[in-house]
Structure formats: structure tokens, C-alpha cells
């Protein structure tokens, strides 16, 4: 099995619906587009995306979103070392279609006091059933390993929940570990890394905004 040395994940730059949540009453979301803002920050890390991968091959995975293909795009790699495939389980938290701003702001506060893994917005999704789709992406990505041309780098270009539910799928995390994470900022990258162990480890933490609180002892 050719596993990657690296497996690097990335939030799309700023969007629209980041700096107006009221766009989502006037566009859907998938549609959103970058800030001006949101490609200049995705421009920066395409610098040191570039200065990572070198002249190695790249294995692309991008969200179907306007934001995050726009994001990619501003990444400027070499279309003679990347292979690009849209992969819509690494598709933003479904919120329902046409968002009313005041009923997304309840909501919100619901899923704050009920849990964001487990509370369901209405005619969308929990956290948890993004878990069940990043989980079934990640079999698809583990079988991608077998073939044994397999580029040694892997870049995902997708959404800041499904960022942290992909290392806590990968890691085995549990929900109440889940849960005391923040999301990354705009254009913020995280990498798995390859060790000599042949373990994969996170180059640096995702923020915590309070300590985990589980119900039991898990390991």
C-alpha cells in the first residue's frame, strides 16, 4: 500500500456568507463565492502549499462549492502535478435550503445547547451524519492507497466541520473530544504526517474553547 506522506486539509478562504448571513436568504450555499479577503488568504497559503509539495504529485479532493473550488484555484499548483477530483462527501454541514437569518440564529443556539454533533438542523444535517458521509470518504481514500503509483501527497479543500471530523474519524476522537474544538479560521490548513513509526500525527492542535467533557472512560 503506497500510503501519502502527507494528508493535508484546508478550509476554503473567506465567503461571502462569512462576513453576511444574510446572503443565505438570496443564494444558496453551495453558490457562495470568496471575499476579495477570502482569495488573498488563499493565495498565502497556496505559497506554502506550494513550498510543502515542492515538484512532488498531489492527490486533490475539493468540496463542490463555488468557495472551495475558488479556493483551490487560488492555490495556483501545477496542473502537471495535481489530480483533481470533486468529492461531494467533503460538502459543507447541509442547513437546509433557502436560510431564514433569525431561524438559522435559533437554531444555532439550539445546536449550541444540545450539541453540534448530535443536534440536527431542520431539513439538513448533524454533525453526525457529516461524520457517517467523511467516514465513508475516508474507505474510499484508504483503497485509493492500494494502487502503487499513489502520488505521496493528498490535499482536501473542504469545510471547517468536516476538517475536525476527518482527524477525529482518522484519530478515533470521541464526541465529547469533538466537541471542545474549535473550527479553523479561513484558509487554515492542518497536516497528517507520515512518521517513522508509520503512524500519521496532526502537525499542530485545533484550538479548544473548553475542556472535553465525556460521559465515560473511552480510549
Same mark, same amino acid.
Given at each position: 500500500m503506497a500510503r501519502p506522506r502527507r494528508i493535508v486539509l484546508v478550509r476554503h478562504g473567506e465567503s461571502t456568507g462569512n462576513v453576511d448571513d444574510t446572503v443565505y436568504e438570496r443564494e444558496p450555499d453551495h453558490a457562495l463565492a470568496l471575499t476579495d479577503r477570502g482569495w488573498q488568504q488563499a493565495?498565502?497559503?497556496?505559497k506554502r502549499l506550494?513550498?510543502?509539495?515542492?515538484?512532488? !504529485?498531489?492527490?486533490?479532493?475539493?468540496?463542490?462549492?463555488?468557495?472551495?473550488?475558488?479556493?483551490?484555484?487560488?492555490?495556483?499548483l501545477d496542473p502537471d502535478l495535481i489530480r483533481v477530483r470533486e468529492e461531494p462527501r467533503l460538502r459543507e454541514q447541509d442547513w437546509g435550503n433557502?436560510?431564514?437569518?433569525?431561524?438559522?440564529?435559533?437554531?444555532?443556539?439550539?445546536?449550541?445547547?444540545?450539541?453540534?454533533?448530535?443536534?440536527?438542523f431542520a431539513q439538513g444535517e448533524s454533525g453526525a451524519d457529516v461524520y457517517d458521509r467523511v467516514g465513508g470518504f475516508l474507505e474510499s481514500l484508504f483503497?485509493?492507497?492500494?494502487?502503487?503509483d499513489h502520488p505521496p501527497n493528498?490535499?482536501?479543500?473542504?469545510?471547517?466541520?468536516?476538517? !475536525?471530523?476527518?482527524?477525529?474519524?482518522?484519530?478515533?476522537?470521541?464526541?465529547?473530544?469533538?466537541?471542545?474544538?474549535?473550527?479553523?479560521?479561513?484558509?487554515?490548513?492542518?497536516?497528517?504526517? +507520515?512518521?517513522?513509526?508509520? !503512524?500519521?500525527? +496532526?502537525?499542530?492542535?485545533?484550538?479548544?474553547?473548553?475542556?472535553?467533557?465525556?460521559?465515560?472512560?473511552?480510549?
Open positions: 493565495e498565502e497559503t497556496g506550494r513550498e510543502v509539495f515542492g515538484r512532488e !504529485r498531489v492527490s486533490v479532493y475539493v468540496s463542490p462549492y463555488r468557495r472551495t473550488h475558488e479556493t483551490l484555484r487560488a492555490f495556483h433557502w436560510q431564514d437569518r433569525d431561524d438559522v440564529r435559533l437554531q444555532k443556539a439550539y445546536r449550541d445547547a444540545y450539541g453540534h454533533f448530535f443536534y440536527r483503497r485509493s492507497f492500494e494502487a502503487p493528498v490535499l482536501l479543500v473542504t469545510h471547517g466541520l468536516a476538517m !475536525r471530523l476527518f482527524c477525529m474519524r482518522w484519530f478515533h476522537w470521541t464526541v465529547a473530544e469533538f466537541e471542545s474544538l474549535s473550527n479553523p479560521g479561513n484558509a487554515e490548513m492542518r497536516m497528517l504526517v +507520515l512518521g517513522d513509526d508509520g !503512524r500519521y500525527a +496532526l502537525d499542530r492542535p485545533f484550538e479548544r474553547w473548553r475542556d472535553p467533557e465525556p460521559y465515560g472512560i473511552t480510549g
